[in-house]
């Protein structure tokens, strides 16, 4: 039984090694966050650009991080799925512009769901493990859920100005989140002494 223990220790000590993978990404989806409030007039198809191209580096971002970790403490399995569904989605998006833009609210609202679902997993997770700050993990991915579904709920009057608001709001939300899980994650990684 102890040996069972010990490995558990061991495997969650390798996989949560690259917490800062994940503290990029937030910072990143944060300043594109920033960026859509900032530069409001950019174009709607410029938008969809750059949605798509995040989701493509979130995409190969959690692959890298599922690839360098050893174990479910994570959720590496979501990690890899959430990867390869992010990574394939981003790549369609770039090569169809068109099809971004108009689809931009759909997609949006379903990534984001996707993501806060990850979210609400890792806090949970968290949580059972009693890292300190698990649960605002798990509420900022709820959060986040919400604002998806309200997305989703009425796609079609989302205006610009409107997609453009809750955009920028979602990926702020967004970007904190990941940032805060990044910082427990570092958090488990300095009590595990690497």
């Not at 910072?27 to 410029?46: D, E, K, N, Q, R």
């Not at 904190?176 to 690497?194: D, N, T, V």
Request: proline residues 3%; contains cysteine; hydrophobic residues 60%.
């Amino acid at each position: 039984m102890q040996d069972v223990f010990m490995s558990r220790i061991e495997s969650s000590r390798r996989a949560v090694k690259n917490w800062w993978l994940l503290l990029l990404l937030g910072i990143a989806v944060f300043v594109v966050g920033m960026l859509i409030f900032t530069y409001p007039g950019l174009s709607y198809v410029a938008m969809s650009v750059t949605f798509a191209i995040l989701i493509l580096v979130s995409g190969a971002v959690n692959i890298a991080l599922a690839a360098s970790n050893t174990n479910a403490v994570i959720g590496r399995g979501w990690l890899w799925a959430g990867g390869i569904v992010e990574l394939l989605i981003g790549l369609l998006l770039i090569c169809y512009p068109s099809i971004s833009a108009a689809t931009l609210p759909l997609f949006l609202g379903f990534w984001l769901m996707f993501r806060s679902f990850g979210l609400i997993g890792s806090g949970s997770d968290l949580m059972s493990l009693k890292v300190p700050g698990g649960g605002w993990t798990l509420f900022v991915g709820i959060l986040l859920l919400i604002c998806s579904v309200m997305i989703l709920a009425q796609p079609l009057l989302f205006g610009i100005e409107a997609v453009v608001i809750w955009v920028g709001v979602s990926f702020l939300v967004a970007g904190i989140s990941m940032a805060l899980f990044s910082f427990e994650l570092k958090s488990l990684h300095k009590h595990f002494g690497e």
